[in-house]
C-alpha cells in the first residue's frame, strides 16, 4: 500500500510541474478532438469548467473549433460555440476567418450566422484576400450577393497580385452574374485628393 502511495504522489507531483500553458494546450487539443468527433457532451463538459477559455483554442495551425464546423459546415455546432464566446473574427494560420472559409465554400447559411454575430465583412487574410475575393476567385454567386448585401467593398485589393474582387470578377467572363452584381456596387475606392491650388 505504502508503494502505491508514493506512486500517486510521485504522479501528483510530475503533474503539478507540468506548466500551466502545456497544460492549457493538451486541454485545447482534446477539446478541439472533441469537436472534430461532434463529442457535443465532452465538449460542453470542458467549456463549462471553471475558468475555461478553451473555445478559443488554435492548434499548431491555427485552427479553431470555429473553423472546423466552418468547414464541415456544421450550423448547430456553429451556434453552439458561438453561445459559449467563440470569435467570430478569430484568425487561423493563413488569416483565414471562419467567415472566410463559409465564403470560399459558399456556405450562405453560416455566412449569415457569422455576420449576425459580428463577422467583419472585409478582414483581409495574409494575403491580403477579404471573404469576398475568395468568394469571386471559387465561383460563389450566392455568397457574392450575401457579402455585397452586408457591404462588403469590392475595390478592396490583395497582397498578392494587387487585384480586388471587382477586378478578379472581370477576369473571369465565364460568371456574368457575379459580374453584374459587383458592377451595381459603386465603386468605393477612395478618391483622389486635390493638391492645393498654386
Given at each position: ?63 479553431g473549433a470555429l473553423h472546423i464546423v466552418t468547414q464541415r459546415r456544421d450550423t448547430q455546432w456553429l451556434r453552439f460555440l458561438m453561445s459559449k464566446g467563440a470569435d ?111
Amino acid at each position: 500500500m505504502t508503494r502505491k502511495r508514493g506512486i500517486v504522489a510521485a504522479c501528483v507531483l510530475a503533474l503539478a510541474a507540468v506548466p500551466a500553458g502545456a497544460q492549457f494546450a493538451s486541454g485545447g487539443f482534446t477539446f478541439l478532438q472533441a469537436v472534430q468527433q461532434r463529442d457535443g457532451a465532452k465538449a460542453t463538459e470542458m467549456l463549462n469548467s471553471p475558468g475555461s477559455s478553451l473555445v478559443n483554442f488554435r492548434n499548431d495551425e491555427g485552427t479553431g473549433a470555429l473553423h472546423i464546423v466552418t468547414q464541415r459546415r456544421d450550423t448547430q455546432w456553429l451556434r453552439f460555440l458561438m453561445s459559449k464566446g467563440a470569435d467570430v473574427n478569430l484568425a487561423n494560420g493563413a488569416g483565414d476567418t471562419p467567415l472566410h472559409l463559409a465564403s470560399r465554400s459558399g456556405w450562405v447559411e453560416g455566412m449569415d450566422v457569422l455576420l449576425d454575430a459580428g463577422a467583419r465583412v472585409d478582414r483581409p487574410n495574409r494575403l491580403g484576400e477579404t471573404a469576398l475575393i475568395m468568394a469571386v476567385q471559387q465561383k460563389q454567386v450566392a455568397a457574392v450577393r450575401r457579402l455585397l448585401e452586408a457591404g462588403a467593398n469590392p475595390d478592396k485589393a490583395d497582397n498578392a497580385s494587387g487585384r480586388s474582387a471587382r477586378d478578379y470578377a472581370k477576369l473571369d467572363t465565364r460568371s456574368t452574374e457575379m459580374i453584374r452584381l459587383i458592377e451595381q456596387t459603386k465603386s468605393k475606392k477612395p478618391a483622389a485628393v486635390a493638391g492645393p491650388k498654386l
